[in-house]
C-alpha cells in the first residue's frame, strides 16, 4: 500500500533554478491537493484538482505551476525558484469531497 | 471565503490531565470538518470528522470534537493525555458541495511527564 508518494524528501536550490515536485497516488483517487506548510501559517493551498485534465488554483498560486495528465499524477513545478518559496510542501489525495485527504511525507524544499 | 481559526498555537499540559484546542471556522455555507494530527517530521493523517448526524464525533485514540453550528466551533478534546499525543493539530473545514480543504494554523500540543 504506497498510499501518496512524494519525492524527492529534500531538495535544496539556488534562486532562479526550476525544478518539479514529483507526486503519486494509487488510490484512484479524483481530488489531489498541493499545499505547503510555513510555520505559524498551517497548510496554504497551492493548487488543486478533481479530476485528469481539471486544475485550479488555491489560496497561494504565484510562482507554481501543475497539470494532471492522469489521475496517478499531480506533479508541481517551481519555474523559477525564490527563497520565499522555501518551505514543506505537501501533496494529498482524497475519493470524493465528504472523505478525508490523504498525504503524502512531504519534500523539505530549500531554495538559497 | 472560508477561513479556520485555531485559537491556540502552543497548548503545553501534563500526562493524564484533559486537554481542549479550540477550533473556529466561518463559512456562509454547508461544511465538513476535520481534525488531523501531524507527528514529527511526518505528513498529516486523520484524527476524526464530522460530516452529518451526530454533533460529537470521537476518534479510536480517546479524542472527540464537538460540532457546533451556533457557534461554529468544532474543538477538539482528550479527557487524559498522553506523551504519546504530542503532536501538532489541524483543524480543517470543507464545503459540502466544494473540492478545497482549508487548514488552520496549528496548535502543537505538548505533553509533560
Known amino acids: 500500500n504506497a498510499g501518496v508518494t512524494q519525492t524527492p524528501k529534500f531538495q535544496v536550490l539556488k534562486t532562479g533554478q526550476s525544478m518539479t515536485l514529483q507526486c503519486a497516488q494509487d488510490?484512484?483517487?479524483?481530488?489531489m491537493s498541493w499545499y505547503r506548510q510555513d510555520p505559524g501559517m498551517g497548510l496554504r493551498l497551492i493548487h488543486y484538482?478533481?479530476?485528469?485534465?481539471?486544475?485550479d488554483q488555491g489560496e497561494v498560486p504565484n510562482g507554481y505551476n501543475v497539470s494532471r495528465s492522469t489521475t496517478e499524477d499531480f506533479p508541481l513545478r517551481l519555474l523559477s525558484a525564490a527563497p520565499s518559496q522555501t518551505s514543506v510542501y505537501f501533496c494529498a489525495s482524497s475519493y470524493r469531497t465528504a472523505t478525508e485527504a490523504f498525504f503524502g511525507q512531504g519534500t523539505r524544499l530549500t531554495v538559497v | 471565503a472560508q477561513s479556520v481559526t485555531q485559537l491556540d498555537s502552543q497548548v503545553p499540559v501534563f500526562e493524564e490531565a484533559p486537554v481542549e484546542l479550540r477550533c473556529n471556522y466561518s463559512?456562509?455555507?454547508?461544511?465538513?470538518l476535520f481534525w488531523y494530527v501531524q507527528y514529527p517530521n511526518q505528513g498529516l493523517q486523520l484524527l476524526l470528522k464530522y460530516l452529518s448526524g451526530s454533533t460529537l464525533v470521537e476518534s479510536i485514540n480517546g479524542f472527540e470534537a464537538e460540532f457546533n453550528k451556533s457557534q461554529t466551533s468544532f474543538h477538539l478534546r482528550k479527557p487524559s493525555v498522553h506523551i504519546s499525543d504530542t503532536a501538532e493539530y489541524f483543524c480543517a473545514v470543507r464545503d459540502t458541495g466544494g473540492f478545497k480543504t482549508i487548514f488552520g494554523a496549528g496548535t502543537r500540543l505538548f505533553v509533560k511527564a
Open positions: 484538482s478533481v479530476g485528469a485534465g481539471i486544475t
Open positions: 463559512s456562509s455555507v454547508s461544511v465538513y
Open positions: 488510490m484512484n483517487h479524483e481530488y
